[in-house]
């Protein structure tokens, strides 16, 4: 019986998902963890990455607007566009 660990970082229905290989906070951008009017997105202090702290995302769009290296992605509920 193989066990895989849950991590909430790595859901891929997360309404928000960062591409690491993009992201850019290793270098000091916080754009999206500013922009976010829910408070939803942190900076990892292992990774230094950004990620999606908790699911109550409102699909405001600019986190994903205003980053500079386009590695955040709001994924908007097919209901909702």
């Given at each position: 019986m193989n066990f895989i660990p849950h991590?909430?970082?790595?859901?891929?229905?997360?309404?928000?998902?960062?591409d690491e290989d993009k992201c850019i906070a290793h270098k000091g951008c916080t754009v999206c963890v500013d922009?976010?009017?829910m408070?939803?997105?942190?900076?990892d202090p292992v990774k230094q990455k950004a990620f999606m702290q908790f699911d109550e995302?409102?699909?405001?769009?600019?986190?994903?607007?205003?980053?500079?290296t386009d590695a955040v992605r709001v994924n908007i509920?097919?209901?909702l566009k």
């Open positions: 991590d909430i970082r790595q859901r891929s229905s997360a309404p928000v998902l960062i922009v976010c009017p408070d939803l997105l942190v900076i995302c409102w699909y405001c769009m600019p986190c994903e607007t205003d980053c500079p509920p097919y209901l």
